[in-house]
C-alpha cells in the first residue's frame, strides 16, 4: 500500500499491548442468594471481573448476550428463574468500574431476599466455586503514530490485544471510553471512526470479526484521505 503522506500525526503513539489472565481458584463456594450477597460485600474486585467477564476472557465468544455466571447459576443450579433474570440485566461493558458492578449485584440481591422469604440452597455439589482473576497486560512491540500504522499495526494483533484495548479499557476510563476510541479522536482528529468502533458489540461476534470490522473501518477512512 502506498504510503498517505497527509495523515495526522499524534503527539503519542498507541502502544499496543495484549490482555492475559491467570484464573486463580479462591476456596469459596456459594450455595444461597444470601451466601451470595455476603460473599459479594467484601470479594476483592477479581473476583467480579472474572465471574462477569468470563465471555470477554475467552475472545471468541460468538452468539446471543450472555449472562454473567451469578446469573446462570441462579438459573441452573439454584432454580431461581427470577432472581436469574434480575442478575442477568448486569451489562458488564457499560460499566466504567467493577465497585460499580458489585454495587449493582449487592443492591439486586438485598432488593430480592427483601421480598423473598425463601433461602433455597442448592444441592451439595452445585455450589458456585468462586474464581479471581489476576490481569496483566504485556508489550506486543507494536505502536502507531497515524491512522496507516494504526490499521498495520492492528493487523498484527491477536483477540488478546482487541479486548484490551477495545473493551477492558473502558473499566479504566470515567467516561467508559476505550483506548482505540480515545486515541483516535483525540490524538489524531478521527471522532467519527472513534464512534463507529466504540459502538462494536462483541456479545453478537467473535473478537476476530470485530478485528476485521475495525480494519474494514480503517481502510476506508484511509482510502477516503488518498
Request: glycine share 4%.
Amino acid at each position: 500500500m502506498k504510503k498517505i503522506n497527509n495523515l495526522k500525526k499524534a503527539k503519542n503513539p498507541f502502544v499496543f499491548y495484549a490482555r492475559l489472565s491467570l484464573t486463580l481458584a479462591t476456596g469459596k463456594a456459594v450455595s444461597s442468594a444470601r451466601n451470595l450477597l455476603e460473599i459479594l460485600r467484601t470479594c476483592p474486585d477479581s473476583v467480579i471481573y472474572a465471574h462477569s467477564h468470563r465471555f470477554l476472557q475467552t475472545h471468541q465468544f460468538a452468539g446471543t448476550s450472555p449472562a454473567n455466571d451469578f446469573s446462570l447459576w441462579a438459573s441452573h443450579a439454584l432454580g431461581d428463574e427470577e432472581l436469574a433474570e434480575k442478575l442477568g440485566v448486569i451489562e458488564p461493558l457499560s460499566y466504567s468500574s467493577l465497585d460499580q458492578i458489585r454495587k449493582d449485584l449487592v443492591s439486586i440481591l438485598s432488593r430480592h431476599l427483601e421480598s423473598h422469604t425463601d433461602n433455597r440452597s442448592v444441592s451439595p455439589g452445585q455450589e458456585l466455586h468462586l474464581l479471581s482473576s489476576v490481569r496483566f497486560s504485556v508489550s506486543t512491540g507494536l505502536k502507531a503514530w497515524d491512522l496507516e500504522e494504526f490499521q498495520k499495526s492492528l493487523q498484527k494483533s491477536s483477540p488478546a490485544t482487541i479486548y484490551l484495548h477495545a473493551f477492558e479499557s473502558r473499566l479504566r476510563s470515567a467516561q467508559g471510553i476505550s483506548d482505540f476510541s480515545k486515541w483516535l479522536e483525540e490524538e489524531i482528529g478521527e471522532p467519527d471512526l472513534a464512534k463507529k468502533i466504540a459502538e462494536l458489540d462483541p456479545h453478537a461476534q467473535t473478537l476476530s470479526k470485530i478485528k476485521e470490522e475495525i480494519l474494514e473501518m480503517t481502510q476506508q477512512r484511509l482510502e477516503a484521505k488518498k
